[in-house]
């Protein structure tokens, strides 16, 4: 192993990622535990775009660093949850949909339903909407970053194919 391979391996186990949950879900928490890892602090800082960074805690990850951004109806009002960490602490998702995202990072607008797989444990979840980024940078996770949908990554896979094809 080279040196530069060695340095490679080590950061991609050191990947620091906030890790928080917007204010509204610590009580929901227990109804939710069985889809996400119980984040570092649950902080109105995590909703916002451009976090401040001072009030959040940050976590090493091995993976990828994630945001999710949860359209939830409270109350019958509409708001947004936040969860950051690491996809790791994302219980049972679908690889599938999840590798778009590891080969193309940026979000997917998807559903808890895409998201989620169930299990004998979990039943399928309601088709709520939610959008869900990933990134492989240091604090990535801190910010919007730009939205892909399932279409958007069809298409631009389909393209390359062409291109790839067309090549030979």
Not at 141 to 158: A, D, G, P, Q
Request: glycine share 4%.
């Amino acid at each position: 192993m080279t040196t530069t391979t060695t340095m490679t391996f080590i950061s991609a186990l050191r990947l620091p990622c906030y890790s928080c949950m917007s204010p509204y879900l610590e009580d929901h928490y227990p109804y939710i535990s069985h889809l996400y890892r119980k984040p570092l602090s649950f902080d109105p800082h995590c909703d916002r775009n451009n976090l401040d960074r001072s009030y959040l805690f940050v976590k090493n990850c091995s993976d990828m660093c994630v945001t999710l951004r949860i359209n939830d109806v409270v109350g019958g009002r509409r708001r947004h949850g936040y969860v950051r960490g690491c996809l790791s602490d994302i219980h049972g998702y679908n690889h599938s949909l999840v590798r778009a995202l590891s080969e193309h990072p940026g979000c997917l607008d998807t559903t808890a339903r895409q998201l989620f797989m169930p299990t004998a444990l979990r039943q399928e979840l309601e088709p709520s909407r939610l959008t869900i980024c990933g990134c492989h940078a240091n604090l990535c996770n801190s910010s919007s970053l730009r939205i892909f949908s399932s279409v958007t990554i069809t298409m631009s896979v389909s393209v390359v194919l062409i291109l790839f094809t067309t090549m030979i």
